[in-house]
């Protein structure tokens, strides 16, 4: 008798932690069209540095690339 208690009290705590854990998971809104924009500005200005044309050109004067490498 306890054992089938037991196993129903696990199913029902499996239960309930799917139920709180949906909408965890659930999508996002896609983004606005503003906001793309200035997701792709904020973007934009990372790869300024952070790319292999920014290692070959620094975008900033007296960058030394090897003191940042340590």
């Known amino acids: 008798m306890f054992d089938k208690l037991k196993k129903n009290a696990w199913r029902v705590v499996a239960l309930l932690a799917l139920a709180v854990a949906a909408p965890a998971f659930a999508d996002d809104p896609p983004p606005t069209p503003e906001a793309l924009a200035k997701i792709r500005a904020a973007n934009g200005e990372c790869?300024?540095?952070?790319?292999?044309?920014?290692?070959?050109?620094?975008?900033?004067?007296?960058?030394?690339?090897?003191k940042l490498r340590n």
Not at 47 to 66: M, Y
């Open 47 to 66: 790869l300024k540095c952070h790319s292999e044309a920014g290692l070959k050109q620094p975008p900033k004067e007296g960058l030394d690339i090897k």
